[in-house]
C-alpha cells in the first residue's frame, strides 16, 4: 500500500511545475497556489456533477414525492381537514428533510479534493510564512499556507462561478438544474391559498407550516 508520503511525492511531479511558471518564488508561489486551488475547484465541480447525474432518478422522485404531499397539505387547509393536513404536512416535513440532507452531502462532495492539496502543501510550504502589518484576532501577527490557500481558494470559485455559463458539459448541467426550480412553481403555498380565499378564516386553527 503506498505511504502518505509516496502519495504526495507524486502529487510532488504533477503540482510543483505550477509553481515553477515564473522565475520571481514569491510570484510563483502566488500563482501556482491560485492555479492549485483552481484545479481543485474543477475536480470538486465534477464530483458534484457526477454525483447528482447518478442520483437525478432519486432526486426526481424525492422532489416529485415533495411536490404531491405539500400540495395535499396546503388542499387539506383549504378544506378545513385538520387530521389530513397534519399527516401530507408530516410526510412532506420527512421528504424535504431528505431533500436538504441530500443538499448538504452534494455540496460537501465539491471539497474533497481541498484536504489533499493543503496536505501536499504541508509537506512543501509548512514553514513558510508571510508577516502582517499588524497583529490580527485569531491569527496573530502572521499568516501561513492555509490562510492563502482558503483565500485563493475562494477567489478560485468565484472566477470558476464567472467562466460556468461558457464550459459547455457545465452548462449542460445547469439546464438540468433549472428544470427542478420550473418543478417548484407546482408546489402550492399558503400565499397561493390565502390569494384564493380573500384571507379568510379557514386556515385559522392551522398552526405551523407544509414542508416546504
Known amino acids: 500500500m503506498i505511504s502518505e508520503l509516496k502519495f504526495y511525492l507524486l502529487l510532488d511531479r504533477v503540482i510543483i511545475p505550477l509553481y515553477r511558471l515564473v522565475d520571481d518564488p514569491l510570484i510563483g508561489f502566488f500563482l501556482g ?22 442520483n437525478k432518478s432519486y432526486l426526481d422522485r424525492l422532489n416529485n414525492e415533495l411536490i404531491k404531499w405539500n400540495n395535499l397539505s396546503v388542499e387539506a387547509i383549504e378544506a378545513g381537514d385538520k387530521e389530513a393536513y397534519k399527516i401530507f404536512n408530516d410526510r412532506a416535513n ?14 460537501a462532495a465539491s471539497l474533497w479534493p481541498a484536504p489533499f492539496a493543503l496536505g501536499w502543501m504541508q509537506y512543501r510550504f509548512f514553514s513558510v510564512e508571510f508577516p502582517l502589518p499588524f497583529k490580527v484576532p ?28 461558457y464550459l459547455p ?4 448541467i445547469k439546464a438540468v438544474l433549472d428544470e427542478y426550480d420550473k418543478e417548484g412553481a407546482r408546489l402550492k403555498s399558503f400565499a397561493d391559498l390565502m390569494e384564493k380565499s380573500g384571507g379568510v378564516e379557514k386556515t385559522k386553527g392551522l398552526e405551523g407550516r407544509s414542508g416546504t
Open 138 to 165: 485569531y491569527l496573530g501577527d502572521s499568516v501561513g499556507y492555509i490562510f492563502v490557500f482558503v483565500l485563493l481558494y475562494i477567489l478560485a470559485k468565484l472566477v470558476f462561478l464567472y467562466l460556468k455559463p
Open 33 to 54: 497556489t491560485f492555479l492549485l486551488a483552481f484545479i481543485t475547484v474543477v475536480i470538486g465541480e465534477f464530483t458534484i456533477s457526477f454525483v447528482f447525474l447518478a
Open 169 to 172: 458539459y457545465f452548462r449542460r
Open 94 to 107: 420527512e421528504v424535504f428533510g431528505k431533500v436538504l440532507f441530500f443538499s448538504i452531502a452534494y455540496s
